[in-house]
């Protein structure tokens, strides 16, 4: 059976206000049901494009079909229920320090206007998944920042959005708690849904077989076919 493409982008150019183009006919899809790992030096686009995928960032020319449209063709509420389908975990987490852990994990509920058994019913398996029992009611500034990492993909997946593009989603984790993050992502992943990895980290697909590698090498889309692999030890060089 032929993968369904999620997200098409052809041809992308891309940059901030008269500087630099992070993006300059760049190319590439995700399919549905993909493991992709997005590798990049810092700074050389990886959040930029989670954004424009998310629908949160405007870009210059060229196309980027989500779901089969345009992304520029959706109207807000297009876009609204594009964004309901995926889950984002951001490199900063976006966590609310003076909430607890359930409000935090049950706000995109909230906003998509679940009923309250719902919510707890959904809140309480996110919790149980993410191994995060006991920590329900502590406020999100005291965890540490694995604990933090983990609430936010729980706040990521709790909608069962059928793709999560989490950036830099072990950044600043020692290999132990880098593992427990990738133990979830691999369950999330046997369960149907499509994820996306943005790191700068080069070891990190070497934790998952048959994931997908591209790299974003000066201002485009590189995918490295498995045999290649040895090609990401270039990665620090890369633009
Ligand atoms: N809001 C912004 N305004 C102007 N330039 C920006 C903005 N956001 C990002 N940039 C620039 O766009 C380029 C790509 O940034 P981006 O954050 O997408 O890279 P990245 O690969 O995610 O980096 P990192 O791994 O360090 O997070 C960088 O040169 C950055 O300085």
């Not at 992709?36 to 210059?60: C, H, M, N, R, W």
């Not at 133990?183 to 997908?212: E, F």
Request: net charge positive.
């Amino acid at each position: 059976m032929k993968s369904q493409l999620l997200v098409s982008c052809r041809g992308l150019y891309k940059r901030y206000r008269s500087s630099e183009w992070v993006f300059e006919d760049a190319w590439v899809d995700v399919k549905q049901g993909d493991f992709l790992f997005l590798l990049g030096a810092s700074g050389s686009g990886k959040t930029t494009f989670i954004q424009i995928v998310a629908g949160e960032l405007p870009y210059d020319r060229g196309v980027v079909e989500v779901n089969g449209k345009d992304i520029k063709s959706y109207g807000s509420s297009g876009l609204y229920r594009w964004k309901r389908k995926i889950g984002i975990v951001f490199q900063d987490f976006r966590l609310l320090g003076d909430n607890t852990v359930f409000e935090n994990i049950a706000l995109p509920l909230i906003l998509m206007g679940y009923s309250r058994p719902d919510i707890e019913r959904r809140v309480n398996a996110a919790v149980r998944l993410l191994k995060l029992q006991g920590k329900e009611d502590v406020l999100c500034k005291t965890l540490s920042g694995g604990e933090q990492q983990r609430v936010a993909i729980a706040r990521a997946i709790v909608h069962s959005p059928g793709m999560i593009l989490a950036d830099e989603p072990t950044g600043n984790l020692d290999d132990l708690h880098t593992s427990i993050i990738f133990d979830i992502l691999k369950s999330l992943h046997s369960r149907g849904i499509t994820v996306v990895i943005a790191t700068h980290d080069k070891r990190l697909p070497l934790l998952i077989s048959n994931a997908r590698v591209i790299m974003i090498k000066k201002r485009r889309f590189v995918e490295v076919v498995p045999v290649l692999r040895k090609d990401m030890s270039g990665l620090a060089s890369s633009e």
